[in-house]
């Protein structure tokens, strides 16, 4: 295992432009917040940090599956990426895209343009829209209708989504096709990096192990993932490298295959994960994961 940038590499991972497409380095995001138990007139408020200086990768061809805990601020790791703040919030830290730094607002621009999210809850669905409308979006300025539906076609097929699925309501749709129209809009203005954001919930085992293929396909053409999960199994299948996420921060980034043996893994957080998975018969080694 080959390791640079304080990560262990996956053998098969690609190096192009800036060599990771996307880099999070000591992002920190913390609210502030009044005081409970206090009455309002006399509650200070107070700094909370919810993600520590936390550090991330993913190269080209890459998925990375960020795994922990929930409630433990993974979502907030996504929101960041794709320039979502809360207005209570304060961020530090650096993200690169293609090896540009970015800020707030080249962030924003992004959003859509190069990095696409796959929301956590298919309710980000409008109900009131079709799908097919939903997914082809709304006029733009360089692009034709005529174009973006062809596109949409395009992915409908490609996802196994017929044309008569385009014209139904997302309360017509299955769990499973309600989750690839939104893979489908994520795919929709080609971006580079893809987050997914728990896309497996609600997914029967099949669904969600195809889900995950899509995202993969996604990958071996040249894209990146950052695969958000707290189902650590389904992660080992798909993943390129694994980022064991702790009281908000990384505690290690790791080659999946390093998840063969406990042996491997460096952080006592990371080797509690391994213990309990399933086919370690619920082994709790070296304290709970959750
Ligand atoms: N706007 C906010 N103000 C204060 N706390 C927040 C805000 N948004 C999220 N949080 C806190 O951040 C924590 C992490 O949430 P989240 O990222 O959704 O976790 P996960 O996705 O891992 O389940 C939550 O416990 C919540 O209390
Ligand atoms: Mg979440």
Not at 38 to 66: C, M, W
Not at 229 to 248: K, M, P, S
Not at 255 to 273: K, T
Request: aromatic letters at 6%; hydrophobic letters at 40%.
């Amino acid at each position: 295992m080959q390791a640079h940038h304080h990560h262990t590499h996956a053998p098969v991972s690609r190096h192009e432009h800036g060599h990771h497409v996307l880099q999070v380095e000591d992002l920190s995001v913390g609210f502030r917040m009044y005081e409970e138990d206090v009455p309002y007139f006399r509650a200070k408020q107070r700094e909370t940090e919810v993600i520590d200086r936390l550090n991330i990768s993913v190269h080209v061809g890459e998925i990375v599956a960020v795994v922990g805990a929930s409630g433990s601020g993974k979502t907030l790791v996504a929101d960041a990426v794709l320039g979502l703040f809360e207005p209570n919030a304060t961020v530090h830290g650096r993200i690169w895209f293609d090896g540009e730094l970015q800020d707030a607002d080249s962030l924003q621009k992004l959003r859509g343009h190069g990095i696409s999210l796959v929301p956590q809850s298919v309710n980000s669905l409008d109900p009131l829209m079709k799908v097919g409308r939903q997914v082809e979006g709304f006029a733009h300025p360089d692009e034709s209708h005529a174009v973006r539906r062809r596109r949409r076609e395009k992915l409908f097929a490609r996802y196994g989504l017929s044309e008569a699925v385009a014209g139904m309501y997302p309360f017509e749709l299955s769990g499973g096709m309600a989750r690839r129209v939104l893979v489908c809009c994520a795919l929709m203005d080609d971006p580079r990096v893809i987050v997914a954001d728990e896309p497996t919930p609600g997914l029967d085992l099949e669904l969600a192990v195809r889900a995950l293929g899509d995202l993969r396909t996604f990958a071996d053409e040249g894209g990146g993932v950052l695969l958000i999960t707290h189902d650590i199994e389904l992660a080992l299948q798909v993943a390129d490298r694994v980022a064991v996420f702790e009281n908000g921060t990384v505690v290690e980034e790791t080659a999946v295959a390093n998840f063969a043996s406990p042996d491997l893994l460096e952080h006592p957080f990371s080797r509690a994960l391994w213990h309990a998975l399933p086919e370690h018969d619920f082994q709790t080694g070296g304290g709970s994961p959750c």
